[in-house]
């Protein structure tokens, strides 16, 4: 039994409740259930790094493939000082159900290493980066496990890890990851996909229920690939950032933020509150979840809404930018409220779709515009997101229930269909 109450809250045991909730409308066969909740495969590894100062110093990281059924695993690599193996099984869980969910044929994957980013030179994150892609070489690969940006990892981590690689191999492997830069087989539109999904999908919920997008107040946790991008979405749709935040606090104006002022000074200084950050008032986390806003979108780290303050929540739809930001128990409480939630497996794929696109377009040598990617984007979500609105009415369940009951169902079907070996 899931005890949210505890002060710790593991991301494993909301992903493994969420799959209970669904497969009980699934009805779904108890051995396919148990393969469902478990991982196919995990890779633990302790590998050395030369440090600046001559030091050596050993870090552990991980690769873990939930489940393969559908295409090959694809799932993020995250630095971060609070990665363990848990929160990667739950992770990976997440991209299976995600890639089923807007129905491309992957399969769910994720990674991540135990370190403090901030606290490392270019030349270590480097060091970093490529031994730990010697050390997972073994499960990764274009036809295998294709991985991802995901917190604090960008297009140069998977300039490296392409590299790496490639060297390996003896040849140019671009489709061992996506979100690569441009120059080496990266896809127009990678970088903003998931900001633009999150935006995408929120701009149908708000025609859904009848909000105006324009002058629409919208809070949003985070500042990064995710967080900063889909601000300047609902900047250009006419809606008021009216806050914003990183892992060190926010920034809040009533009237709306300037947010391409706000991201420059962040750029700038690693920080969203200094001198030059006119404009708006010191905000904390806390406060922003809690804000009197139309949209909330929480683009930070798993939970961030839990039984605490979900009763305090006065956005009128929550748009998951992250992935994991809501505790089961908070979404019951949530739902109740009648707050409308656009669920992570849904509001974050843009990413895993435009990282099709691009593993595509490496296996083929295609280039596609970014006029091509965009309309592609937007056809998969809009019609991903009226299937789930579908069988949310249909089943009076909440958004969330309908997008585990569309992916796992998904997944769960291709399990028949391909049948148990031998
Ligand atoms: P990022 O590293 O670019 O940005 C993370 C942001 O969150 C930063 O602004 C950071 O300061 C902020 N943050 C960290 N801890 C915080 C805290 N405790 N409170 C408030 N803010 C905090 O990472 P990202 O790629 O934008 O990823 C953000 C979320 O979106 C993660 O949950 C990630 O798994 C998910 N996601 C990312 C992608 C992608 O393509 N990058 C795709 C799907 C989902």
């Given at each position: 039994m899931l005890d949210t109450k505890k002060d710790k809250i593991k991301p494993l045991d909301v992903a493994l409740r969420q799959v209970d909730i669904a497969s009980e409308k699934l009805k779904l066969d108890p051995g396919l259930l148990e393969k469902t909740k478990q991982t196919k495969r995990e890779l633990t590894v302790h590998f050395p790094v030369k440090m600046d100062d001559g030091s050596i110093k050993v870090f552990t990281g991980y690769r873990v493939q939930h489940n393969v059924t559908r295409g090959p695993a694809k799932g993020g690599i995250r630095y971060h000082p609070s990665v363990d193996l848990d929160e990667v099984r739950a992770l990976a869980m997440w991209m299976t159900w995600k890639a089923a969910v807007v129905n491309i044929p992957f399969g769910g994957a994720k990674g991540g290493v135990q370190c403090d980013p901030k606290s490392m030179s270019l030349r270590e994150l480097e060091n970093l980066t490529r031994r730990f892609t010697w050390e997972i070489a073994i499960m990764?690969?274009?036809?295998q496990d294709i991985p991802a940006p995901d917190v604090n990892t960008n297009p140069q981590v998977m300039a490296w890890i392409m590299d790496t690689y490639s060297t390996l191999k003896g040849?140019?492997?671009?489709?061992?990851?996506?979100?690569?830069?441009l120059e080496l087989?990266?896809?127009?539109g990678r970088f903003e996909a998931t900001g633009k999904g999150v935006f995408i999908t929120a701009r149908e919920a708000a025609r859904h229920l009848n909000?105006?997008?324009?002058g629409a107040r919208v809070a949003v946790q985070g500042c990064g690939n995710v967080g900063g991008i889909a601000a300047q979405y609902f900047v250009k749709a006419?809606?008021?950032?009216i806050a914003i935040s990183d892992s060190k606090g926010g920034i809040y104006n009533k009237n709306g933020l300037n947010v391409s002022e706000v991201l420059d000074c962040k750029k700038k200084?690693?920080?969203?509150?200094?001198?030059?950050?006119?404009?708006g008032d010191e905000f904390t986390n806390e406060e922003l979840l809690e804000l009197d806003c139309d949209i909330l979108v929480p683009?930070?780290?798993?939970?961030?809404?839990t039984h605490k303050n979900a009763s305090k929540i006065k956005a009128k739809v929550i748009v998951e930018?992250?992935?994991?930001?809501?505790t089961t128990e908070a979404d019951e409480i949530i739902y109740d409220q009648g707050i409308f939630v656009v669920p992570d497996i849904l509001a974050n794929a843009g990413g895993v779709t435009v990282s099709y696109f691009e593993w595509v377009q490496n296996l083929q040598e295609l280039l596609w515009s970014e006029e091509e990617i965009s309309e592609r984007l937007t056809r998969i979500l809009t019609r991903s997101f009226a299937e789930v609105l579908n069988i949310s009415q249909k089943e009076k369940v909440n958004m969330r229930t309908a997008a585990l009951v569309l992916g796992i169902g998904r997944v769960a079907e291709a399990t028949r269909l391909r049948g148990i070996y031998p």
């Open positions: 990764i690969g274009p036809d040849y140019s492997v671009h489709g061992v990851v996506t979100g690569k830069p087989g990266g896809s127009a909000i105006q997008l324009e006419g809606a008021k950032v200084y690693s920080c969203l509150i200094t001198k030059e950050s006119r404009g683009c930070a780290l798993e939970n961030q809404i930018g992250a992935n994991g930001p809501t």
